[in-house]
């Protein structure tokens, strides 16, 4: 007989959880059990200060990849967790990953994915809560798949009326796209200052740049009335409306 599955981790308490800078994790892809962490150091990326290089707004706004907001959850994070060169293991658990459907289905947990010819290249997804979003983590199968994915991240977030993009811990790469370390509890501040209802919610800005126009390049996600009209005007797809905010407000 197999063993019964470990109980979901209930949303409310996930949701306590990051509202006072903790967040669940696993010693291995298969285990039962979870661990609560707490970092003395975060890494946060300053919405205004994302490095959108040259090559890489080329990138978005020729449009390469097709990018989605919840079109394909459970696929990005089993993505996340798959083996990687040096990194066999994974701290996303069955049990984190079915847990986190579950937030994903309750509004609190979105995902954006990276799509070329019609399969799943590259992605990224976390938890989102008042004016903020907790990145867990990302992938990528193709050249900068992730990065796109990212900038579309940054730009539904100040679209959005965001204020904070978490991104747990430092890294080489991270540093390079803009993000900056700062104390737990500076970070801590930060997620109070947050609070409050955004804008515009990460389905809802991802709709106010994807289906301006007509595009109908929304799949996955539901728009609310007269969100694909709030996009920038001038811009004839989705990408280059990405690229251009961008441009404005830099």
Not at 4 to 21: E, V
């Amino acid at each position: 007989m197999h063993a019964p599955s470990p109980p979901l981790i209930p949303g409310d308490l996930l949701l306590l959880a990051y509202r006072n800078g903790i967040f669940p994790m696993a010693d291995s892809r298969e285990d039962p059990e979870i661990f609560w962490v707490e970092p003395r150091e975060r890494a946060i990326i300053p919405l205004e200060g994302f490095h959108l290089s040259k090559s890489l707004r080329k990138l978005v706004a020729r449009d390469h990849f097709t990018v989605t907001c919840n079109a394909a959850f459970a696929e990005v994070v089993q993505a996340c967790a798959a083996p990687r060169p040096g990194h066999p293991e994974s701290w996303i658990s069955a049990r984190i990953a079915r847990s986190y459907g579950v937030l994903n289905e309750e509004g609190h947990a979105h995902s954006i994915e990276c799509w070329l010819e019609g399969k799943l290249v590259g992605g990224l997804y976390g938890v989102s809560f008042d004016r903020v979003f907790c990145g867990e983590s990302m992938f990528s199968r193709a050249d900068n798949a992730s990065k796109v994915a990212l900038a579309w991240l940054v730009a539904m977030m100040r679209r959005g009326g965001f204020r904070l993009l978490d991104c747990q811990f430092m890294t080489d790469h991270l540093a390079s796209l803009g993000a900056m370390p700062l104390d737990q509890s500076d970070y801590c501040k930060l997620v109070a200052q947050a609070q409050g209802n955004p804008a515009l919610t990460i389905p809802q800005a991802y709709c106010a740049f994807a289906e301006a126009e007509g595009d109908g390049a929304g799949a996955g996600v539901e728009a609310g009335a007269g969100d694909a009209a709030a996009a920038g005007a001038g811009a004839s797809s989705p990408g280059k409306r990405i690229a251009q905010s961008f441009t404005q407000t830099s």
